[in-house]
């Protein structure tokens, strides 16, 4: 069974689309093993410079570009050879809040897989928003000619309507809570370790550099006050970059030049540049407490058992923790920041009280992730 993986990557310097990329590839190899079919598995990956964090034989590594996107034997080719593709859309790439030349490449990667057509999966992923209506078209019109739409939440379904589509979904969640990882060894003392995510796209302001996802705070300063806030409280103050970009045109997007100037004005700890997803998500199952503006590196958190307070810039957060009952993220487009501080303040004191409600949370997650799992499987039984 020869399957094509778009919108995915093996070796995004965003790890968070590399954890959906690991999981997918895993839950691909247990599917297909349930099947009794052999597997070949097309990636038509990013061309970041990192080393792959996914091998195997079964596996297939293409480096898209424009010219491999518009020649007739690059994506044409490869989406026909195809028995079905794969989309996940990078987690949160199916909206128009992050730039036109993003979603037409994906629209187009979309519809040659329909041109060819090969069964088109919407693997689970938040859907929208989109406020401009040629976009709103484009996603109604590719959803419809998709085999299987899945949503890692209630608002993505709704969304669903909004743009036109009737047929049926399935309502799942994030693929990244099975991301495996190395447990750490258990302490009974020393100082509290404190996790937090700073993110280098909303220090810069966004792509643009205007406070591009409207938030109504200054970020940098939350940064540094909740830091401070940590350090006198005695605790152990980990940054921790999650999107991890060493050179090129993304440089922006990098966590980890935003993390250590912090963590030398702040003299705090600043965590190393990750070479895979499952080594970030090890490193942070290690912290007592996490906070952080990086969905994933949110998700690594809660799925390794520690509280978490997501800081949100869009309602991906709220529609993944939210539909699984976890109701601690703070919308930092809509806070101050004393109300975000308040938040903090209030998790880390109440910690305990949320890493027994991220453990609850996460068993409906993984629960709802099953019916992924049986649609797929059923979809790749009559192929």
């Not at 038509?44 to 410079?49: E, F, G, Q, V, Y």
């Not at 987690?91 to 993003?102: P, V």
């Not at 969640?173 to 750490?184: G, M, Q, V």
């Not at 969905?295 to 997501?310: L, Q, T």
């Amino acid at each position: 069974m020869r399957i094509c993986l778009i919108f995915h990557s093996t070796r995004s310097d965003n790890l968070g689309v590399g954890a959906l990329t690991v999981s997918e590839i895993a839950l691909l190899r247990d599917l297909a093993a349930k099947a009794g079919r052999a597997l070949e598995i097309t990636v038509l990956d990013w061309k970041d410079r990192r080393a792959p964090y996914v091998a195997g034989d079964d596996l297939r590594l293409i480096e898209v570009d424009g010219a491999f996107l518009k020649s007739p034997n690059g994506l044409l080719a490869e989406v026909k050879a195809a028995d079905l593709v794969i989309d996940v859309g990078g987690g949160d790439s199916f909206a128009d809040i992050y730039g036109a030349n993003r979603l037409l490449k994906m629209f187009w990667m979309k519809f040659a897989s329909h041109l060819a057509r090969t069964p088109l999966v919407v693997a689970p992923q938040t859907v929208g928003p989109f406020s401009k209506r040629w976009a709103r078209w484009l996603a109604g019109a590719t959803l419809k000619r998709s085999a299987l739409v899945a949503v890692r939440d209630e608002r993505s379904q709704v969304a669903l309507g909004e743009l036109g589509y009737r047929g049926p979904s399935v309502l799942a969640s994030d693929l990244a809570l099975r991301l495996p990882y190395d447990a750490p060894q258990s302490r009974d003392d020393g100082p509290v370790r404190v996790g937090l995510n700073v993110s280098g796209l909303l220090m810069a302001g966004g792509y643009h550099g205007g406070n591009d996802f409207g938030m109504t705070l200054d970020y940098p300063a939350l940064m540094a006050r909740a830091i401070e806030w940590f350090k006198g409280q005695g605790a152990e103050v980990h940054l921790v970059p999650h999107v991890i970009v060493a050179e090129g045109p993304m440089v922006i997007e990098d966590d980890y030049r935003a993390s250590a100037a912090l963590a030398e004005a702040h003299g705090v700890s600043c965590a190393p540049a990750f070479a895979s997803p499952s080594e970030a998500k090890s490193y942070i199952a290690g912290m007592d407490f996490f906070a952080g503006a990086r969905m994933h590196a949110c998700i690594a958190a809660f799925s390794s058992g520690v509280p978490v307070v997501p800081l949100a810039y869009s309602r991906k957060f709220e529609g993944l923790f939210g539909a699984l009952g976890y109701a601690h993220t703070i919308d930092c487009t809509k806070a101050d920041a004393d109300a975000v501080m308040t938040a903090l303040q209030d998790g880390f004191t109440n910690r305990a009280a949320l890493a027994q409600e991220a453990r609850a949370a996460l068993a409906r997650g993984l629960d709802r992730l099953s019916a992924y799992d049986a649609a797929l499987l059923q979809l790749m039984e009559a192929l």
